[in-house]
């Protein structure tokens, strides 16, 4: 018989991790285009400076996603992995151009 030998990657409450990244007008266009995103504020800087941001952003779905790249990145250094549920809060635009900190903290761990 070949039995294949599984390792349990664990989360612990209170774990944190973060990375910092440098995002530019380019790649959130780039981004935009990937995920079908025509919203203009994001790559249309004359459109974007007649919004209440007064300039171009990121998506939602770009700084969840690279959220979501740096808690893939952390567990999978302990092995196999898989997140099934998430919460993120969007407190304020994230500006095309600007350097963010991206944080996770984990709330909580149901085993199962």
């Given amino acids: 018989m070949n039995f294949t030998r599984r390792t349990v990657v664990r989360a612990y409450p209170r774990e944190r991790f973060s990375s910092e990244v440098t995002l ?3 790649t959130v266009v780039d981004f935009a285009k990937a995920a079908g995103d025509n919203n203009p504020i ?3 800087p004359e459109f ?8 171009t952003t990121a998506s939602g ?5 690279l959220l979501l790249a740096l808690t893939a990145s952390h567990f999978s250094k302990r092995g196999a992995m898989l997140g099934l549920e998430f919460w993120v809060r969007f407190r304020r635009p994230i500006y095309a ?8 903290m984990v709330v909580k761990v149901t085993q199962n």
């Fill in 24 to 26: 530019s007008p380019e």
């Fill in 42 to 44: 994001h790559y249309d």
């Fill in 48 to 55: 974007a400076a007649t919004t209440r941001y007064g300039r």
């Fill in 61 to 65: 779905p770009h700084t969840t996603a």
């Fill in 97 to 104: 151009d600007e350097t963010i900190f991206l944080e996770w």
